[in-house]
């Protein structure tokens, strides 16, 4: 019998503090930086975003999404054995926020690690985890997206402080004798590193270089909108399916207007994108889960539903996977 992967639970966790454009605006005018509601809310669709506080850390926000997907599948910690969080904003340079986790989660022994895709993050770990799977080396796994990307903005520029915000998502992916994941297809193209990074690094007990985001938001646009159409189509190619069998788009949440000329592209009614980004912000490799953990509680998405979910981010790397939830 062919052994698949199933999405049996999905989970979310945005921190408590909630900072409105306007709240963001008033902040960030006592430093001498000029933005406005209006402006963040026509050019990114984004009305708020969620902080955490100082103290708290991507596996502590993974952790409270990683224990509503294990009650969403009916399943106890210690069932899980494989853990895979993706994050660029992990708790430390090492360990991996992944083994952090586990421990917090109170179980010991399965493989536990992190995956580096930025924005693009989710869709990876899902792809990896729905291999092991097939392949039989596990059978129960976490994935989760858990960012805290406050942490490295600039707050000094307006171009993209006002864009980001942290959270967490997880699902629990299953072996399953019937298909949930239908189709992946993952890219990367490293020639792109510097319209999108955070080029410091730890050397020496030093932060050697610039340990804030940078971006060039206009290429980044430009390059995500025309990926993000490629990935869907690749997706649907491999799966023998078309636009039209597609219920729900769950694209990674940076800007409403790449949502659209994406939605306009595939020629699917935008009334069929899962939109987040106004409530969270870009949450990079969080965006997706939580949209996708959104829509399952809202009643949006519902069992046998065929969902694309599509990340697209610095490195650059995008990917898109096709499931049946
Ligand atoms: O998660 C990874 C994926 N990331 C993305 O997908 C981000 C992709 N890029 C974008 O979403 C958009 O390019 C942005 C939202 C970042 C920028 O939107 P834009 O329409 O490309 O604006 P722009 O960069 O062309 O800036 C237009 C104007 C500029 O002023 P001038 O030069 O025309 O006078 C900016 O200085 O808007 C100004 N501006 C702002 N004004 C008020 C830029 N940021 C702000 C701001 N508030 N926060």
């Known amino acids: 019998m062919t052994r698949y992967s199933r999405i049996t639970g999905t989970g ?32 990114t669709g984004i009305r708020a975003r ?16 990683a224990k509503q997907a294990l009650e969403a599948a009916g399943l106890q910690a210690s ?13 430390m340079v090492f360990p991996s926020a992944a083994c952090i986790l586990q421990n917090k989660l ?7 690690f992190d995956v580096q895709a930025v924005c693009s993050g989710f869709v990876y770990a899902l792809t990896v985890a729905d291999a092991m799977i097939k392949t039989g080396s596990a059978s129960k796994a976490l994935v989760i997206g858990a960012e805290v990307f406050s942490r490295i903005l600039d707050f000094s520029d307006r171009t993209t402080c006002v864009l980001f ?6 699902v629990v992916l299953e072996a399953s004798d019937t298909p949930g994941i239908l189709a992946s297809d993952l890219h990367a193209d ?5 319209i999108l990074c955070v080029p410091g690094s730890v050397s020496g007990g030093q932060v050697l270089g610039d340990p804030l985001l940078k971006m060039d938001g206009q290429a980044v646009f430009k390059l995500a909108v025309g990926v993000l159409e490629s990935a869907a189509r690749a997706t649907l190619s491999k799966a023998n399916l078309t636009e039209a069998d ?5 694209p990674h949440q940076a800007n409403i207007r790449i949502m659209q000329s994406t939605a306009k592209k595939l020629k699917m009614p935008f009334e069929k994108v899962i939109v987040t980004v106004d409530e969270h912000g870009n949450t990079s490799a969080a965006s997706i889960p939580l949209a996708l953990d959104a829509a399952v ?15 697209v981010g610095g490195g650059f790397t995008w990917g898109a996977v096709l499931l049946n939830y």
Do not use: Q
Not at 297 to 311: H, I, Q
């Open 190 to 194: 490293g020639k792109h590193v510097g």
């Open 246 to 250: 597609i219920d729900w788009l769950i």
């Open 106 to 112: 109170g179980i010991a022994g399965c493989p536990a």
């Open 297 to 311: 509680r809202s009643g949006k998405v519902k069992k046998g539903d065929t969902l694309m979910l599509e990340g």
């Open 165 to 170: 915000g942290d959270g967490a998502g997880a």
């Open 50 to 65: 969620h902080f955490a506080a100082p103290d708290v850390t991507s596996s502590d926000l993974g952790m409270e999404a």
């Open 12 to 43: 979310s966790y945005l921190p408590p503090r909630r900072l409105t454009n306007a709240d963001l605006a008033a902040e960030l005018a006592a430093k001498g930086v000029e933005t406005s509601d209006e402006w963040i809310v026509e050019r």
């Open 79 to 91: 069932e899980i054995d494989l853990i895979i969080v993706a994050t660029s904003t992990p708790d």
